[in-house]
């Protein structure tokens, strides 16, 4: 059976509410980590950015294979992203 239900936007959350702090975006291909610095409709940009090529066991601190990309800031483009969060 089909539902109406209202959907309501809320200011500052998702990515815009996850600004300056430490992110992971889970995309179509890569992982990629850093600090999020901006977000628009088409792109997130990540300081200090990091691709991860292995994760290793969620629970630990750090990721098992973190390769630093070349450039202090990166683009992600918001449509390969799959999920996102701060891991800690």
Do not use: H, R
């Not at 309501?8 to 975006?25: N, R, S």
């Not at 995309?27 to 994760?55: H, Q, R």
């Not at 390769?67 to 449509?79: C, F, R």
């Amino acid at each position: 059976m089909k539902k109406l239900v209202k959907v309501e936007e809320v200011q500052g959350e998702g990515l815009v509410g996850l600004l300056g702090k430490k992110v992971t975006l889970f995309c179509a291909i890569y992982i990629y980590t850093g600090t999020l610095v901006g977000v628009n409709d088409s792109f997130v940009k990540l300081e200090d950015p990091s691709i991860v090529y292995e994760t290793g066991p969620f629970t630990d601190k750090k990721w098992k294979d973190a390769q630093p990309l070349p450039e202090k800031e990166w683009y992600v483009q918001t449509g390969m992203i799959e999920s996102f969060g701060v891991m800690k």
